[in-house]
């Protein structure tokens, strides 16, 4: 089953740096996700990243602001760069394969990155 | 146009009340997932559902998917405060390629 540690859970950054957040899954996947939630608002797929190829992004993020490393199938980084008020949301890495659950297949979330900019 | 519509948005009910909360959707999905999100937290996954008709339960919570697999409901029984958080669908629209989410329903349980 697929076990994801994310860090770090929190953290809070002067406007214009950059963040990294780390993903490592504890058994090998093909597919990860990377999803932001802003406050007040439902969870937003940024990028796909599938180890070996480049990562896949979605309307509205793009790669000079939010790069992603897939070094591996079980890890993964996601930048927030020179960041501002208004990327104050929470990160959220994903994963699509083995679970514990019955269903076998299916999605894992990390516990999340709470990162609010100041 | 949101691919996963819930209802409601916001709920407040007195402890020790029933609520249902729905989530729907215009295509079939091929997995409808219930997760629980306390406020500024993670995602604590709930319950997943694939099979048209299917119904699971958990403690005081049953999830049931319709038969064609466009609707879900999550039916919380006896609610505690600890229900208390914001409750997001997702689902699976495509072969594990696409996922999205509802926009959650907020649920506020006094004592």
């Known amino acids: 089953s697929a076990v994801i540690s994310q860090k770090p859970s929190r953290d809070i950054c002067q406007r214009g740096t950059s963040l990294t957040i780390q993903c490592q899954v504890d058994?090998?996947?093909?597919?990860m996700f990377w999803y932001r939630q802003q406050p007040g608002q439902s969870l937003t797929l940024i990028a796909t990243?599938?180890?070996?190829?480049?990562?896949?992004?979605e309307s509205g993020f793009v790669i000079d602001k939010f790069p992603i490393s897939r070094p591996n199938l079980t890890f993964s980084t996601l930048t927030v760069s020179n960041m501002s008020p208004e990327d104050s949301s929470i990160y959220l890495c994903s994963v699509y394969g083995l679970t514990d659950r019955v269903e076998n297949y299916g999605y894992t979330f990390g516990s999340g990155t709470r990162l609010t900019v100041v | 146009s949101q691919e996963l519509e819930q209802s409601p948005q916001s709920l407040i009910v007195q402890e020790g009340k029933n609520l249902t909360i729905n989530c729907t959707s215009s295509k079939t999905l091929y997995g409808l997932y219930w997760y629980k999100q306390k406020y500024g937290e993670g995602l604590i996954f709930l319950m997943m559902?694939?099979?048209?008709?299917e119904e699971k339960s958990h403690e005081k919570i049953t999830a049931k998917l319709d038969e064609k697999k466009q609707q879900s409901s999550l039916h919380i029984t006896a609610s505690q405060p600890s229900h208390a958080g914001i409750y997001l669908c997702g689902a699976d629209i495509g072969n594990g390629q696409n996922f999205v989410f509802g926009p959650g329903t907020r649920l506020s349980v006094l004592p």
């Open positions: 559902l694939q099979k048209g008709g």
């Open positions: 990243a599938n180890q070996g190829s480049e990562a896949t992004y």
């Open positions: 058994s090998q996947v093909t597919m």
